[in-house]
């Protein structure tokens, strides 16, 4: 599978908006529900929202239900990320990716290995 690379990250302040994108490779995007995950210091990867292939079907962690919005472009091959509301609590790296629903929770799909840099989200008080 090709490359993703995230962008759209910054600093900004509580309550702002930011809106983040993922652009991937034909070979990656195609026919892959695609899910972004955060990775705040000192904690582990956790999921944030997924989107599935047609784009008809969406599911969003707890923490960002009803701020956080994603949506893809398959003809672009890009998937994104509207973040409204946002908190201090919100600030991570984000990190896309291909993804499925294992063991009851959206994972990145275990045949993915080409992740991309990220995006840093810091979110000021």
């Known amino acids: 599978q090709g490359q993703v690379v995230e962008s759209g990250g910054g600093l900004v302040q509580a309550g702002g908006s930011l809106r983040l994108s993922c652009a991937a490779s034909?070979?990656?995007?195609?026919?892959?529900?695609m899910g972004w995950f955060r990775q705040a210091p000192g904690k582990e990867r956790e999921f944030v929202a997924a989107?599935?292939?047609?784009?008809?079907?969406?599911d969003y962690a707890d923490s960002v239900k009803g701020r956080f919005t994603i949506s893809r472009d398959n003809a672009k091959n890009t998937v994104y990320l509207q973040m409204n509301s946002l908190k201090p609590e919100d600030t991570a790296v984000y990190y896309c990716?291909?993804?499925?629903?294992?063991?009851?929770?959206?994972?990145?799909?275990?045949?993915?290995?080409?992740w991309g840099q990220g995006t840093q989200v810091t979110v000021s008080s």
């Open positions: 034909g070979r990656t995007f195609g026919g892959a529900d």
């Open positions: 990716a291909p993804s499925t629903i294992l063991l009851g929770r959206w994972q990145p799909r275990t045949d993915f290995r080409s």
């Open positions: 989107i599935s292939w047609s784009g008809g079907s969406t």
